[in-house]
């Protein structure tokens, strides 16, 4: 396990911890054995401890190795962040833990199926636009559509926001799924 | 090389090549193939225990007395669940322990079947680790692996869930490896920069103190006498948590004696006022720190843990140092003998007298009384006929446990046994029963209170069964004692059933057991009655009856600082109920 600890923290005691401190969102990249339970043990080390998860995305992507990545979006203070890296370092099965955000320059894309239902100006006006947001059909009646979309957090969340006016009845997205820039593994 | 055999002869091999001479458990349906193959053989004792908690908590006892992993055996469904507060409690205080679960076979799990739960789901937030065994070529593997996980880096339990058909089922046996675990590797040797800071902080400091906890015992009995050595080489004080008493000897000049909420007043004043503290294996608990902005406000803070999680979690420190106590103790010994450091005198010798000060306060005295034992003076007496014949002491939770920590002197480690971060009534007798298999010519006492003590009063049996003499010493006052003080102090001296009104005769219940039982009401009897308890052979009840009132001091009420202590002498009524604000009201 390495030895990483905030060194920034203040030299006074007098503030607890958390307190005063800015709540930050994190993604943290989790490498586990692929074993019976371990997804279990990840999030309920989040709900026992009181830790949020705002996305959760979890696959095999070693099969020889049985290894899989665990890709958590998370939010809390910096101090509360090292708590559960060190928290997760302490599960068995984790290999290790990255904290793709504080590591800087990470990719980060999700992917979403929307399902569109209407007639007339609407559908039209949809299709246009899923079409500037590079969103494809992958289904489709006179009646509906459905679009794939993939990207950042950010710009789903705006294509859904616009679809909402459109006739959007459903969505089904994956969660997050993050990576290091350049050629090193982590 | 491998060897072919049952699942069930698979785990008696493992135990037997992990060394494991005694094993706590009570058989069951699904377990009963291992139960078989414990039959057939002789070198691994079983001691069947009177229910599955007291199994854990015996196994907690013996790993505690000696440093060894501490083994269970139960059924499934109900075993495992009554084993479950022994778990937990061995979570909290680092105790290692692998616990063998029998489980329905494989074919019926998830269907409902009798006595099956979900015993991995169940036992997750409160082991290390735990396994389902899905196929018998795995189960040595994994046996052997849950020994190295349960005592490796900071010890814990861990669970072997066994479905039976697996136990009848033939696979092969396989040997402890010294092949690396793939992911769990604690680190001992800390970080050399990180331990020369330390060392440099230490020379440097004016109000330096140590803070031991239990980490350092945990270490192994290496640790203790490096942190005797460094204490004694700097000349500094030392206090430590709960967990921590024995690793530093209570008789020295430097002892401060135990920190916290009813720890002594130059203990909690030294860390309040201290310039320079070590964290030795302590995890800054809530009953250490008090209130949190308050604590230890004006030091710069080194901590050595073996857990990295358990640095930055509830205090920010300045120098976190991840390793082993027993490895970093040693690092920072010859770095410090390496540098010939130039301390300031005489500001250590401003820090001691003021130290002595404290002292001069006395915070644990307490007025005696000719006519009612006084259940301090019960454990004091008890500490001084017993201190010659090196004891090891058990204790349950509440009023006499805290007055076991103040009274009760310990000099060497692993002799003292409580159920810390849990706090777990009933703790104390299945621990002084593993303590005394384990230790079967030691003089060993669970120092009781009259509820606790009921809480797992079916240990009685186990100890007449395997002839283990344990003593209880029940410092009886017929209240939950600690339940009523804090009603008292929290909740306008409403004593909402902290009152047992029907106890048994603890004479009789001894004689209904087949142990001794004796009874003491008398001061002036005490002495006598204490020595006699001794000399009895078997097991022994002593029903202590002390004044039924007595509050535990000094005190830090909750949401107060280490400066606010309440003292025994001095304290009125009006002040213990005024003690704590409404915000130290919601706190635990």
Redesign the interface.
């Known amino acids: 396990?390495v030895?990483?600890?905030?060194k920034s923290?203040?030299?006074?005691?007098?503030?607890?911890?958390g307190?005063a401190q800015e709540v930050v969102s994190r993604t943290l990249s989790v490498l586990v054995?692929n074993e019976?339970?371990v997804l279990?043990?990840v999030i309920?080390l989040f709900s026992?401890r009181g830790y949020n998860i705002d996305s959760l995305t979890v696959t095999e992507t070693e099969h020889e190795m049985h290894l899989s990545r665990i890709t958590i979006v998370t939010r809390g203070t910096p101090?509360v962040i090292?708590?559960i890296k060190?928290?997760l370092?302490?599960?068995?099965?984790?290999?290790h833990v990255h904290d793709l955000t504080l590591e800087g320059r990470s990719l980060e894309r999700e992917l979403a199926l929307i399902k569109i239902s209407g007639r007339g100006e609407k559908r039209i006006e949809a299709l246009r636009l899923a079409e500037i947001f590079r969103a494809s059909v992958i289904d489709a009646s006179t009646e509906h559509f459905v679009f794939e979309i993939t990207g950042r957090t950010s710009k789903i969340e705006q294509f859904i926001q616009i679809m909402t006016e459109l006739g959007l009845v459903e969505v089904a997205r994956t969660g997050i799924a993050a990576i290091g820039r350049g050629p090193s593994s982590q | 090389m491998a060897r072919t055999m049952s699942g069930a002869e698979i785990v008696i091999a493992a135990l037997c090549d992990q060394g494991v001479e005694h094993i706590f458990g009570y058989p069951g349906g699904a377990v009963l193939p291992i139960y078989d193959a414990l039959f057939q053989q002789e070198k691994v004792k079983h001691v069947l225990v009177r229910q599955e908690g007291g199994a854990v908590h015996a196994a907690e006892g013996y790993a505690r007395s000696t440093g060894k992993v501490g083994v269970v055996l139960v059924t499934s469904g109900p075993g495992a669940t009554n084993a479950v507060t022994g778990l937990t409690d061995a979570l909290s205080d680092s105790v290692p322990v692998v616990c063998i679960c029998g489980q329905v076979p494989t074919h019926l799990i998830g269907n409902d079947a009798f006595q099956e739960c979900d015993t991995?789901?169940i036992t997750?937030?409160c082991t290390?680790?735990n396994w389902?065994i899905k196929d018998v070529n795995d189960l040595a593997r994994v046996l052997h692996e849950a020994f190295y996980?349960a005592k490796a880096g900071r010890p814990g339990p861990v669970v072997v869930d066994v479905p039976k058909d697996i136990q009848f089922a033939t696979g092969n046996y396989v040997g402890p490896s010294n092949i690396a675990h793939?992911?769990?590797?604690?680190?001992m040797k800390p970080?050399q920069t990180?331990v020369r800071e330390a060392v440099d902080l230490l020379i440097n400091a004016k109000r330096p103190l140590f803070y031991a906890g239990g980490g350092v015992i945990n270490s192994g009995p290496k640790a203790s006498q490096l942190l005797r050595e460094i204490v004694r080489l700097t000349g500094y004080p030392i206090t430590s948590t709960l967990m921590g008493l024995g690793a530093f000897p209570a008789s020295d000049k430097q002892w401060l004696g135990m920190l916290g909420m009813h720890g002594t007043y130059e203990a909690n004043w030294a860390m309040h006022d201290c310039d320079v503290m070590v964290a030795v294996g302590a995890r800054f608990d809530d009953r250490i720190t008090g209130r949190?902005?308050?604590?230890?406000?004006g030091?710069?803070?080194i901590h050595i843990d073996i857990?990295?999680?358990s640095?930055?979690?509830?205090?920010?420190?300045?120098v976190?140092i991840?390793g082993d106590v027993a490895c970093t103790l040693e690092d920072m010994l010859r770095i410090w003998k390496s540098k010939t450091p130039q301390l300031d005198k005489a500001a250590h010798k401003v820090w001691w007298k003021q130290i002595d000060q404290w002292r001069a306060k006395k915070s644990l005295s307490y007025k005696n009384s000719r006519d009612v034992i006084m259940p301090q003076y019960a454990v004091e007496r008890l500490y001084e006929l017993t201190k010659d014949r090196d004891p090891y002491i058990t204790t349950e939770v509440g009023q006499h446990q805290m007055w076991a920590a103040q009274y009760f002197r310990f000099e060497e480690p692993n002799r003292w046994m409580t159920s810390g971060g849990l706090g777990t009534m009933g703790y104390g007798l299945p621990a002084a029963i593993g303590a005394q298999m384990a230790h079967p010519k030691s003089l060993v006492i669970d120092i009781a209170g009259d509820a606790s003590i009921l809480m797992n009063m079916q240990e009685a049996s186990t100890a007449v069964q395997f002839e283990l003499p344990v003593k209880v010493f029940i410092v009886n006052n017929q209240y939950m004692g600690m339940v009523r003080q804090w009603q008292q102090l929290l909740h306008g001296n409403r004593l909402s059933h902290s009152y047992t009104e029907s106890l048994p005769d603890f004479v009789k219940l001894a004689e209904a057991y087949g142990w001794t039982g004796m009874k003491c009401e008398n001061p002036a009897e005490l002495d006598d009655a204490i020595r006699e308890m001794i000399d009895t052979k078997g097991p022994v009840i002593f029903d202590c009856r002390v004044a039924t009132l007595a509050n535990c001091f000094p005190m830090i009420p909750s949401g107060k600082a280490h400066n606010e202590m309440l003292l025994g002498g001095d304290v009125t009524e009006e002040e213990v109920e005024h003690a704590i604000s409404e915000e130290g009201k919601v706190l635990v």
Request: glycine share 6%.
């Open positions: 396990m030895n990483t600890f905030t923290v203040p030299k006074s005691h007098y503030v607890g911890p307190a054995d019976p339970g279990a043990r309920g026992g101090n090292e708590q060190h928290q370092e302490r599960l068995v099965p984790v290999h | 991995v789901g997750r937030p290390k680790h389902l996980i793939k992911t769990y590797k604690p680190r970080e990180a949190i902005d308050a604590f230890s406000p030091s710069q803070k857990d990295p999680s640095i930055n979690k509830n205090v920010l420190v300045d976190p991840v």
